[in-house]
């Protein structure tokens, strides 16, 4: 199975800030990642698809790049709605792996 | 708007079959992947499976030989079943639609707790 390490594992940021989350294969994947929001008690939400593509109605603030084996979803001016935890998932091949996830709180 | 609701016990006993299913309303089943993900209490998310529209499906080795997905058109739902539990298998069992473009939308979730 492809092995998704995700970094950091949490991070401090305040309102306003910059905010980039790593997520790295252990195989190459193409561009075949996601990336998932998830707020306390509720389901994931997808953000970005295949790598790079943002899923409709998620603000523009939200990016992702990268290709292989390495990932990055970058929040531009982090928003009070965006502390929550994030997860990537390969999609690339059987069985579909997610990463550790990345918290992110107010610093 | 397509929305998914998963249904079933919340409370199984250890070594029985947990069994959920998972109604789509607003699309049609007969299209897509549909998936189970499942989330332990404080953990991180582990995916389950996907059955196609056609019946063909995936599952996660580590729950291969324990894990069946089926999918009923005529009442556009999909259901899963997880034999042998134990308090491992406690968690959030989220249903989802997937293929392709990522996971979207998914169900609220529902917490089954694996408990004599």
């Known amino acids: 199975a492809i092995q998704m390490t995700q970094s950091p594992s949490s991070l401090s940021a305040s309102v306003g800030d910059r905010v980039t989350i790593t997520c790295r294969a252990s195989q190459g994947i193409r561009n075949n990642l996601g990336w998932y929001q998830q707020k306390p008690g509720k389901a994931p939400k997808l953000l970005i698809y295949?790598?790079?593509s943002l899923q409709s109605g998620v603000p523009s603030r939200f990016s992702g790049s990268g290709s292989g084996t390495d990932f990055t979803l970058t929040i531009s001016s982090l928003q009070p709605e965006d502390f929550a935890t994030y997860y990537c998932?390969?999609?690339?091949?059987?069985?579909?792996?997610f990463g550790g996830g990345t918290k992110v709180e107010i610093k | 708007q397509v929305q998914l609701q998963e249904s079933g016990p919340g409370l199984v006993k250890p070594s029985e079959t947990l069994s959920l299913t998972c109604t789509v309303s607003g699309d049609s089943i007969s299209a897509y992947y549909w998936g189970w993900i499942r989330q332990p209490p404080g953990k991180g998310l582990e995916w389950i499976g996907y059955i196609y529209y056609s019946g063909s499906t995936n599952y996660n080795p580590s729950l291969q030989s324990r894990v069946t997905i089926s999918i009923d058109r005529s009442k556009n739902h999909f259901s899963l079943k997880l034999s042998s539990v134990t308090a491992a298998d406690t968690a959030v069992y989220y249903c989802?639609?997937?293929?392709?473009?990522?996971?979207?939308?998914w169900g609220q979730g529902t917490l089954v707790t694996v408990s004599s």
């Open positions: 295949a790598a790079s």
């Open positions: 989802a639609r997937g293929g392709g473009k990522g996971f979207d939308p």
């Open positions: 998932l390969q999609d690339y091949n059987y069985p579909l792996t």
